[in-house]
């Protein structure tokens, strides 16, 4: 395992850590580790977004209708 130290976090940074890590019941080293973990298998935002050219496109319905037909929709 490798270690990582971070310098200069904000104070209410670590406070809101510590107590996320407390209702966890689990270390700050582990709740941190953790976050970090899901956050590195997470894909990228433009890993993501050229993912959306590879997606099957509907035949029937346009992205613009669709979009339209969910504001009409909502409340």
Do not use: F
């Not at 130290?5 to 850590?17: K, T």
């Not at 966890?24 to 959306?52: D, F, K, N």
Request: hydrophobic share 40%; net charge negative.
């Amino acid at each position: 395992m490798a270690d990582l130290l971070i310098r200069d976090l904000d104070p209410a940074v670590h406070e809101e850590l510590k107590r996320r890590a407390d209702q966890e019941h689990l270390s700050l080293q582990a709740y941190v580790s953790r976050v970090l973990g899901q956050h590195a298998g997470r894909p990228t935002i433009a890993q993501w977004l050229h993912g959306l050219d590879d997606l099957p496109r509907h035949p029937d319905v346009s992205g613009a209708e669709a979009v339209r037909d969910a504001r009409a929709d909502a409340p």
